[in-house]
Nanobody, 116 residues
Framework: QVQLVESGGGLVQPGGSLRLSCVAS????????MGWYRQAPGKQRELVAT???????NYADIVKGRFTISRDNAKNTVYLQMNSLKPEDTAVYYC??????????WGQGTQVTVSS
């Protein structure tokens, strides 16, 4: 089992920044990929950014150049730095971990609201 705790969400004005954090605990020795997804009201959950254990990253086109994913392996933490936020970035952001045995785990989600 892997437990994930997210933090860092909140209300921010358009053009502002937020940094999300996700701390993993439990059976973390076999984590292959960590990443962020989001779900806006009435929409399907979608990929935001992922990073493999070797540091390969993947971003949704709509966040490229604005969001940056990073990992601190010593702290078992993945971050999402979000800059130049837009109202359409408003969503619940979920942390996801994929283990080498292909089991996936999700965090509880953190709300990000971009509004003036």
């Amino acid at each position: 089992q892997v437990q994930l705790v997210e933090s860092g969400g909140g209300l921010v004005q358009p053009g502002g920044s937020l940094r999300l954090s996700c701390v993993a605990s439990g059976s973390i020795f076999s984590i292959y990929l960590m990443g962020w997804y989001r779900q806006a009201p009435g929409k399907q959950r979608e990929l935001v950014a992922t990073m493999t254990s070797r540091g390969y990253t993947n971003y949704a086109d709509i966040v490229k150049g604005r969001f940056t994913i990073s990992r601190d392996n010593a702290k078992n933490t993945v971050y999402l730095q979000m800059n130049s936020l837009k109202p359409e970035d408003t969503a619940v952001y979920y942390c996801k971990v994929l283990r080498s045995d292909l089991r996936a785990y999700w965090g509880q989600g953190t709300q990000v609201t971009v509004s003036s």
